[in-house]
């Protein structure tokens, strides 16, 4: 799988990404604010169905104005379940 990246269509700098967890295990979600906040979550669900649906969630929060509530709201719409990994 080649990653999945997003870029805000709105005029921010909002970034989203999914990409293979550095382990090779699963699937791991970045969010980048081009600014100051950099997040990445552990995807608990996988299997191709499951990367179908995080592009989906992910393509879809993009292109809100809050890209954060945006994307809990759609992982939350397809049960999909995350851990935080990092941030800074």
């Known amino acids: 799988m080649?990653?999945?990246?997003?870029?805000s269509p709105l005029g921010g700098f909002d970034f989203l990404g999914?990409?293979?967890?550095?382990?090779?295990?699963?699937f791991?979600?970045?969010y980048d604010d081009g600014v100051?906040?950099?997040?990445?979550?552990?995807?608990?669900?996988?299997g191709r169905r499951a990367e179908?649906?995080?592009g989906e969630a992910l393509r879809s929060a993009?292109?809100?104005?809050?890209?954060?509530?945006?994307?809990?709201s759609e992982l939350k719409k397809r049960s999909i379940a995350i851990e935080a990994v990092a941030s800074a």
Do not use: C
């Open 36 to 46: 100051t906040r950099r997040m990445v979550w552990r995807v608990q669900s996988e």
């Open 62 to 72: 993009v292109n809100k104005p809050r890209v954060l509530p945006a994307l809990y």
């Open 2 to 7: 080649a990653p999945i990246t997003f870029h």
């Open 52 to 54: 179908a649906m995080l």
């Open 18 to 26: 999914l990409r293979r967890a550095r382990d090779g295990q699963g």
């Open 28 to 30: 791991e979600i970045v």
